[in-house]
Each structure stands twice: as structure tokens, then as C-alpha cells.
């Protein structure tokens, strides 16, 4: 099984500003990476898939990147509504498909 | 429009069953591999099991012999019967959607359903 890693498990940043988010697989992974965003009560949200590529409706201000054993999520310009826990997920070597433990994601 | 509503779960105690339901529209549930994912209270995710379009089965180790995922293709309703419950399997219950494209992608999920397992 293929364990993923986030960090930091709690990102404070300011609104309008830049948040990065790190996401570490076991073994290689490919671009087989999916993120998440749950806001709180809610079911997660599909962001981003194939490590880089936007889901339908997600703003540009969400980008992704990395591959193999190291990606990112870099969200520009924080808006209220983004201040959520976000997830990465690997699809490369599945089921089971496995989730990191997750990234909060506060209000300086 | 997708939707997924999931039903069934409740407070229930060690050793016992339940099963939770997941009613799709908008989509067929037998044409998408459809999975569960649950979330234990303040914790983060974790895949519980899948079924493929051609039907296969999968399960997470830590629910392997206990729960069942099943469908019924003319209700398009997905199951997740859970038996010999435990504590440790009080969570938040996702009915969740896999992309066609990109198969190992959830792109839906529903709102979930609370098992709550405790005497």
C-alpha cells in the first residue's frame, strides 16, 4: 500500500496571500494525484487530477504540481471561501487508493 | 445533474449491522466504478471499498469480512452493508463516484451518513 504524507498539517496564511501545499508518496506515483478540498460539514471536492490538470469549475488560482514521489498544491491569492482541509490522493497503484492525512489550512 | 444521497446510518451497538444506502440520478451506478469512504470524527479520509462496472469487488483490510458493497442496477442504488461492528468504525459514511476518464478519481461524493457504533 502506498502511504502519502502532507505538510504541514496546519498552514496559516493571510488572506491574498500564497499557500503551498506539500504532498509526499511512498514509492513513485506518477502523475496519479489527485486533491481534495473539504470545507467544514461537507463532503471533499475534487480540485485537481492528474496532479496538475483543474477540475471543472475550479478556479485558476488552484494549480497543481510534482511528480513521482513530490507534489504541491499552490492555491494564489487566498480568498475567504479557500481557509478548508485539503487531500491528496494517489490513483497509480489502486485499491486501495489512498489518501494523505491532510492539510488544514487557517486564517492568519 | 449527479447526485448521490446516502441514507441508513444511525447509532448502533458493538456487533451489530447496518445497511447504508446511496441513491444516484443523473448517472448510471453500474456504468461508473462507485466507492465509500468514510471519515472518523475529526479525522481525515479513508477508502473503505469499491466496485467496479463489470462488478468486482474490493475492500480495505480493515473492513475485509465484515462489510459488503453491493448495487442494485434497477433502483441505481449503491449498498454498503456493515456487520460485526466496532467502535472504531464510527465515522461519516461517503458514497463517492468515480470519474470515467480517469478511473482512481472520485469526482463526486455525497453529503454522507453518520454510523455512530457505541453501547
Known amino acids: 500500500e502506498i502511504v502519502m504524507t502532507q505538510s504541514p498539517a496546519t498552514l496559516s496564511v493571510s488572506p491574498g496571500e500564497r499557500a503551498t501545499l506539500s504532498c509526499r508518496a511512498s514509492?513513485?506515483?506518477?502523475?496519479?494525484l489527485a486533491w481534495y478540498q473539504q470545507q467544514p460539514g461537507q463532503a471533499p471536492r475534487l480540485l485537481i487530477y492528474?496532479?496538475?490538470t483543474r477540475a471543472t469549475g475550479i478556479p485558476a488560482r488552484f494549480s497543481g504540481s510534482g511528480s513521482g514521489t513530490e507534489f504541491t498544491l499552490t492555491i494564489s491569492s487566498l480568498q475567504s471561501e479557500d481557509f478548508a482541509v485539503y487531500y491528496c490522493?494517489?490513483?497509480?497503484?489502486?485499491?486501495?487508493?489512498?489518501f494523505g492525512q491532510g492539510t488544514r489550512l487557517e486564517i492568519k | 445533474e449527479v447526485q448521490l444521497v446516502e441514507t441508513g446510518g444511525g447509532l448502533i451497538q458493538p456487533g451489530g449491522s447496518l445497511r447504508l444506502s446511496c441513491a444516484a440520478s443523473?448517472?448510471?451506478?453500474?456504468?461508473?466504478?462507485m466507492t465509500w469512504v468514510r471519515q472518523a470524527p475529526g479525522k481525515g479520509l479513508e477508502w473503505v471499498s469499491i466496485?467496479?462496472?463489470?462488478?468486482?469487488?474490493y475492500y480495505a483490510d480493515s473492513v475485509k469480512g465484515r462489510f459488503t458493497i453491493s448495487r442494485d442496477n434497477s433502483k441505481n442504488t449503491l449498498y454498503l452493508q456493515l456487520n460485526s461492528l466496532r467502535a472504531d468504525d464510527t465515522a461519516m459514511y461517503y458514497c463517492?463516484?468515480?470519474?470515467?476518464?480517469?478511473?482512481?478519481?472520485?469526482?463526486?461524493w455525497g453529503q454522507g451518513t453518520l454510523v455512530t457504533v457505541s453501547s
Open positions: 463517492a463516484r468515480h470519474s470515467s476518464g480517469w478511473y482512481g478519481v472520485i469526482d463526486y
Open positions: 443523473g448517472f448510471t451506478v453500474s456504468s461508473n466504478y
Open positions: 466496485i467496479y462496472s463489470g462488478g468486482s469487488t
Open positions: 514509492q513513485s506515483v506518477s502523475s496519479n
Open positions: 492528474g496532479a496538475s
Open positions: 490522493q494517489q490513483y497509480n497503484n489502486w485499491p486501495p487508493i489512498t
